[in-house]
C-alpha cells in the first residue's frame, strides 16, 4: 500500500512538472500577445486624440503613413514605406529613366548624406560628390526629417531650379550648389578602349546593366580588333550605387567561371540563399582590375568582392560604402509599397560588408588637383636634346622605325593625360600593362 502511494504521489509530481514546462512558454507567449494587443490600444488611443485635439485638421491617410514609415525608418535606414506615388517612381527608376537631380542618398546623423552622383545627371554635372552632406534644401533645413520627406524636397518638375547648401570634408564653410532639375536617363554601361584596355564604366544596376555591359564590351573588343589586341579589362563601379541584386548576380558571373557569387542570410536559416557561376568569361581570362571607391555600394560590392575573392580581379581604389543589406519590395494594399531589409549578403569567402565595406588590394586615392599657373609650368614637357637649335639628327634609324617610336611616344602622352584627368583609373590600366609585359610569350 506504501508503495502504491509512493508511485501516486510520484506521478502527481511528474504531471506537475510537466504541466508547469507546457504551461510556461504559453503563458508567456500569452503575456507577449497581451502587451502587443496594450501597445495597439495606445497606438489607437493616440491616433484618435491627434484627430480630436491636434491644433489643425489632419488628413487621416497622411497621418498613418506617417506612422507606418516611422516604424519602419526606426529599423535601419534602408527600410521604409513607399506611397503609390514613390512605389511607380521606383519601379521606373529601376527601368533606367527618371525625373529629378540624378543623386543616391541615404541619411546619417540627421542629414542627407550623398552615397553617389549617377554619371552625366544634373547632380554630376553640378560637382556633387559622394560623401557631401546636404543640410538645406531651397533653404529649409533637412535636419530632423525622414530620408523620403528630404527626399520630395528635392523633387520637382523638370527644368527647375534648385538651390542646395552642401557640408564637404576639406571645405570650411557650407556652400550652395544650384541644379536644375531634369529627366535622369541612365546609361548603365559606358564602355570604351584606352589603348589596349576595354574600360567598362557601370554607373548602376537596372534592368539593362548586364545586356549594356555584355554588348560594351563585344564593341570595344570588335573595335580593338579582336580579344587578341586587348591586354585586360577595368571594371569601372566608382560612385556606384547600387540596384538590383540578380544584375549584380549576372556581372559577377560574367567573369566568372565556377564558384559561388553571394549568399543572402535571413533571420531564419529557410531563408538564406547562395547563388553560383555557370560556365563562360566575357572576358576569356584577360586580367580584370576592379575600380572602388566610397561611393561603391551594394550591388558594387557583392561584384567587387566576389570578383576578390575569387582572385580574378584585383581591386584598386578606396574602401567602398559598406551596405551589406538586401532590401524586398513588397506591394501592399492600395498601390503602396513597403520596402523591407530582410537580409544580410555575404561574399563567397564568408565575410559581411555591412558597415565595414570592401577594402581594396591596392589603395589609390583620387588626388584634387587645383590647376595653377605654377602647376601648369611643372606640366610642360621639359627640353630634350632635340629642341636644341643644331642638334645632330639621328640617321641609324628607319623610317618604320621612327613612326614606332611617334606611336609610343604618343600613347605615352595619352597615358599622361589620362592620369591628370583620372588618376585611378590611369593606375588600373598601368596595372594590366605591367601584368601584360610579365605574361609568358607563346612560340
Given at each position: 500500500?506504501?508503495?502504491?502511494?509512493?508511485?501516486?504521489?510520484?506521478?502527481?509530481?511528474?504531471?506537475?512538472?510537466?504541466?508547469?514546462?507546457?504551461?510556461?512558454?504559453?503563458?508567456?507567449?500569452?503575456?507577449?500577445?497581451?502587451?502587443?494587443?496594450?501597445?495597439?490600444?495606445?497606438?489607437?488611443?493616440?491616433?484618435?486624440?491627434?484627430?480630436?485635439?491636434?491644433?489643425?485638421?489632419?488628413?487621416?491617410?497622411?497621418?498613418?503613413?506617417?506612422?507606418?514609415?516611422?516604424?519602419?525608418?526606426?529599423?535601419?535606414?534602408?527600410?521604409?514605406?513607399?506611397?503609390?506615388?514613390?512605389?511607380?517612381?521606383?519601379?521606373?527608376?529601376?527601368?533606367?529613366?527618371?525625373?529629378?537631380?540624378?543623386?543616391?542618398?541615404?541619411?546619417?546623423?540627421?542629414?542627407?548624406?550623398?552615397?553617389?552622383?549617377?554619371?552625366?545627371?544634373?547632380?554630376?554635372?553640378?560637382?556633387?560628390?559622394?560623401?557631401?552632406?546636404?543640410?538645406?534644401?531651397?533653404?529649409?533645413?533637412?535636419?530632423?526629417?525622414?530620408?523620403?520627406?528630404?527626399?520630395?524636397?528635392?523633387?520637382?518638375?523638370?527644368?527647375?531650379?534648385?538651390?542646395?547648401?552642401?557640408?564637404?570634408?576639406?571645405?570650411?564653410?557650407?556652400?550652395?550648389?544650384?541644379?536644375?532639375?531634369?529627366?535622369?536617363?541612365?546609361?548603365?554601361?559606358?564602355?570604351?578602349?584606352?589603348?589596349?584596355?576595354?574600360?567598362?564604366?557601370?554607373?548602376?544596376?537596372?534592368?539593362?546593366?548586364?545586356?549594356?555591359?555584355?554588348?560594351?564590351?563585344?564593341?570595344?573588343?570588335?573595335?580593338?580588333?579582336?580579344?587578341?589586341?586587348?591586354?585586360?579589362?577595368?571594371?569601372?563601379?566608382?560612385?556606384?550605387?547600387?540596384?538590383?541584386?540578380?544584375?549584380?548576380?549576372?556581372?559577377?558571373?560574367?567573369?566568372?567561371?565556377?564558384?559561388?557569387?553571394?549568399?543572402?542570410?535571413?533571420?531564419?536559416?529557410?531563408?538564406?540563399?547562395?547563388?553560383?557561376?555557370?560556365?563562360?568569361?566575357?572576358?576569356?581570362?584577360?586580367?580584370?582590375?576592379?575600380?572602388?571607391?566610397?561611393?561603391?555600394?551594394?550591388?558594387?560590392?557583392?561584384?567587387?568582392?566576389?570578383?576578390?575573392?575569387?582572385?580574378?580581379?584585383?581591386?584598386?581604389?578606396?574602401?567602398?560604402?559598406?551596405?551589406?543589406?538586401?532590401?524586398?519590395?513588397?506591394?501592399?494594399?492600395?498601390?503602396?509599397?513597403?520596402?523591407?531589409?530582410?537580409?544580410?549578403?555575404?561574399?563567397?569567402?564568408?565575410?559581411?560588408?555591412?558597415?565595414?565595406?570592401?577594402?581594396?588590394?591596392?589603395?589609390?586615392?583620387?588626388?584634387?588637383?587645383?590647376?595653377?599657373?605654377?602647376?601648369?609650368?611643372?606640366?610642360?614637357?621639359?627640353?630634350?636634346?632635340?629642341?636644341?637649335?643644331?642638334?645632330?639628327?639621328?640617321?641609324?634609324?628607319?623610317?618604320?622605325?621612327?613612326?614606332?617610336?611617334?606611336?609610343?611616344?604618343?600613347?605615352?602622352?595619352?597615358?599622361?593625360?589620362?592620369?591628370?584627368?583620372?588618376?585611378?583609373?590611369?593606375?588600373?590600366?598601368?596595372?594590366?600593362?605591367?601584368?601584360?609585359?610579365?605574361?609568358p610569350v607563346e612560340d
Amino acid at each position: 500500500m506504501k508503495k502504491f502511494a509512493l508511485a501516486a504521489m510520484t506521478g502527481i509530481a511528474a504531471g506537475t512538472i510537466v504541466t508547469t514546462q507546457i504551461a510556461g512558454p504559453l503563458l508567456a507567449q500569452e503575456a507577449d500577445r497581451s502587451s502587443v494587443y496594450e501597445q495597439l490600444d495606445l497606438f489607437g488611443d493616440i491616433f484618435e486624440r491627434i484627430r480630436a485635439q491636434y491644433v489643425e485638421e489632419v488628413d487621416d491617410k497622411e497621418l498613418i503613413e506617417a506612422a507606418i514609415n516611422g516604424m519602419l525608418t526606426s529599423l535601419d535606414p534602408h527600410s521604409g514605406y513607399l506611397s503609390a506615388d514613390d512605389a511607380a517612381d521606383m519601379r521606373v527608376q529601376t527601368r533606367g529613366e527618371f525625373g529629378g537631380l540624378g543623386i543616391e542618398v541615404t541619411q546619417e546623423e540627421g542629414f542627407v548624406k550623398v552615397v553617389a552622383p549617377m554619371d552625366g545627371t544634373p547632380a554630376d554635372e553640378a560637382g556633387i560628390e559622394a560623401g557631401d552632406f546636404i543640410t538645406h534644401v531651397d533653404g529649409e533645413s533637412v535636419l530632423g526629417l525622414m530620408l523620403d520627406e528630404a527626399v520630395d524636397l528635392m523633387r520637382g518638375p523638370v527644368g527647375s531650379e534648385i538651390i542646395i547648401t552642401v557640408v564637404r570634408e576639406g571645405e570650411p564653410e557650407p556652400f550652395d550648389v544650384t541644379i536644375v532639375r531634369d529627366t535622369i536617363k541612365l546609361t548603365a554601361v559606358r564602355a570604351r578602349l584606352e589603348g589596349q584596355t576595354a574600360v567598362l564604366r557601370i554607373s548602376t544596376f537596372n534592368d539593362q546593366t548586364y545586356d549594356n555591359l555584355q554588348a560594351g564590351l563585344r564593341d570595344a573588343v570588335e573595335e580593338a580588333g579582336g580579344m587578341d589586341q586587348i591586354n585586360g579589362v577595368v571594371v569601372d563601379l566608382r560612385n556606384n550605387p547600387g540596384g538590383l541584386l540578380n544584375q549584380a548576380i549576372l556581372v559577377s558571373d560574367a567573369f566568372l567561371e565556377k564558384g559561388e557569387i553571394v549568399s543572402t542570410r535571413g533571420r531564419q536559416i529557410v531563408d538564406g540563399e547562395r547563388y553560383n557561376a555557370t560556365a563562360g568569361d566575357l572576358a576569356e581570362g584577360k586580367p580584370l582590375v576592379v575600380l572602388i571607391n566610397g561611393g561603391s555600394a551594394s550591388a558594387s560590392e557583392i561584384v567587387a568582392g566576389a570578383l576578390q575573392d575569387h582572385r580574378r580581379a584585383i581591386v584598386v581604389g578606396t574602401k567602398s560604402f559598406g551596405k551589406g543589406s538586401v532590401q524586398t519590395v513588397m506591394q501592399l494594399r492600395g498601390e503602396g509599397a513597403m520596402r523591407l531589409t530582410t537580409a544580410r549578403y555575404y561574399t563567397p569567402s564568408g565575410r559581411s560588408i555591412q558597415a565595414l565595406g570592401v577594402s581594396p588590394d591596392i589603395v589609390v586615392e583620387q588626388p584634387r588637383r587645383a590647376i595653377t599657373e605654377e602647376a601648369e609650368e611643372e606640366a610642360r614637357a621639359p627640353r630634350t636634346e632635340a629642341d636644341l637649335r643644331g642638334s645632330l639628327d639621328n640617321d641609324s634609324l628607319s623610317e618604320d622605325e621612327i613612326r614606332q617610336i611617334e606611336e609610343e611616344r604618343a600613347a605615352a602622352d595619352e597615358a599622361a593625360r589620362l592620369r591628370e584627368e583620372d588618376y585611378q583609373l590611369a593606375y588600373a590600366i598601368d596595372i594590366l600593362k605591367g601584368l601584360n609585359a610579365l605574361a609568358p610569350v607563346e612560340d
